[in-house]
Nanobody, 120 residues
């Protein structure tokens, strides 16, 4: 299984970006999909998480970011509106408990990261 993240870039404060992360492979199911970010000199933090029953957001992005998923495409999205310079970071997708067809074990996978830069 490989995760491919895309959609990062340079945007002015107040602008919007949409991140995507698609998983390739013979996947039977995915429990939760999440976006994390890591700014220079800081620890990686959870931005948003979506499962079959709930969505959760970091307080800093509530009301500005929206996470969604397309199970048929094994893809998670992060719509980011009203971006602020503090949102500048490398954004990573994470898929939890990914079950491959023919296997019963769920594994955790990370994408390669996509850089989001917000200028003031």
């Amino acid at each position: 299984v490989q995760l491919q993240a895309s959609g990062g870039g340079l945007v002015h404060s107040g602008g919007s970006l949409r991140l995507s992360c698609a998983a390739s492979g013979n996947i039977a199911s995915i429990n939760a999909m999440s976006w994390y970010r890591q700014a220079p000199g800081k620890q990686r933090e959870l931005v948003a998480r979506i499962s079959s029953s709930s969505t959760n957001y970091a307080d800093s992005v509530k009301g500005r970011f929206t996470i969604s998923r397309d199970n048929a495409k094994n893809t998670v999205y992060l719509q980011m509106n009203n971006l602020e310079p503090e949102d500048t970071a490398v954004y990573y997708c994470n898929f939890d408990r990914v079950v491959i067809v023919g296997d019963y074990r769920g594994k955790n996978y990370w994408g390669q990261g996509t850089l989001v830069t917000v200028s003031s």
